[in-house]
C-alpha cells in the first residue's frame, strides 16, 4: 500500500494528444456550445468569439492525471483537455485568462500558470462531468504532483462550472 501511495505522483504524469494547428480556421460547432473563449485571439467562428461544442474541445487533445482536490482528498482520475491546447488553437495571446463559470464565479489564470499544465476536465473518475457536479467542465491542476499548488491561490483558479475564457 505505502508502494503504491509513492507511485501516485507518477500516474500524475500528464498524458497528451497531438497538438493541432491555430492555421486552420476553426469550424461552427455543430453540439451545445460549452466553452466560449475572448479577447485576444486570432482565431474566432463567432464575433469575437471562438465558440467550442464538446467535439471540437476533445480534438485539440487529452490529458488526464490523478490528484486530490479540495473536493475529495482521496486521489481521482481528471481527463480532459490540456488549457494550453485550447489557448493554442485560438491563438491567445496575453499575460492572463479571466476564467468564469456559470454562477458567474471569475478567476484570472496567470498564462505562467501553463508550466503546470491545467486541464479543462470533463470527466472525473470515467463519469462525464454534468453541471450539478461542477461541470461541464472544470479547470483542474495537478496538485499533487507539485507541492506549490496546494495553496488558496491555485484553488480559487480551479474554477468549476466553466464556460468562458477571456484572454487579456
Ligand atoms: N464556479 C466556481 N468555481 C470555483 C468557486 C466558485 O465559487 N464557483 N470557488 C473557488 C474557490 S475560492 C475555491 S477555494 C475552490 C473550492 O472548491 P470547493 O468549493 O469545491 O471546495 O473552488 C474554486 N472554484
Ligand atoms: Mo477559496
Known amino acids: 500500500m ?21 492555421a486552420e480556421p476553426l469550424p461552427q460547432p455543430k453540439g451545445a456550445v460549452i466553452l466560449t473563449v475572448t479577447g ?38 481528471f481527463e480532459g483537455v490540456p488549457l494550453r491546447a485550447v489557448l493554442e488553437r485560438v491563438g491567445a495571446h496575453g499575460t492572463v485568462i479571466k476564467a468564469s ?15 503546470f499544465e491545467p486541464i479543462l ?8 462531468l454534468t453541471v450539478r457536479d461542477k461541470g461541464p467542465l472544470w479547470v483542474v491542476y495537478p496538485r499533487d ?9 491555485y484553488y480559487a483558479r480551479s474554477v468549476w462550472q466553466l464556460n468562458r475564457l477571456h484572454v487579456e
Open 121 to 128: 476536465a470533463m470527466k472525473v473518475d470515467g463519469q462525464v
Open 40 to 77: 485576444r485571439i486570432e482565431q474566432t467562428n463567432a464575433p469575437g468569439q471562438a465558440r467550442f461544442d464538446r467535439d471540437m474541445l476533445e480534438a485539440l487533445g487529452k490529458a488526464s492525471f490523478v490528484t486530490g482536490s479540495e473536493v475529495s482528498e482521496k486521489p481521482q482520475l
Open 145 to 153: 504532483a507539485h507541492e506549490v499548488l496546494h495553496d488558496v491561490r
Open 101 to 115: 463559470a456559470l454562477n458567474d464565479y471569475a478567476a484570472p489564470i496567470p498564462f505562467e500558470d501553463l508550466r
Open 2 to 22: 505505502r508502494c503504491f501511495l509513492a507511485l501516485l505522483p507518477l500516474i500524475g504524469l500528464l498524458t497528451f494528444g497531438a497538438p493541432s494547428s491555430a
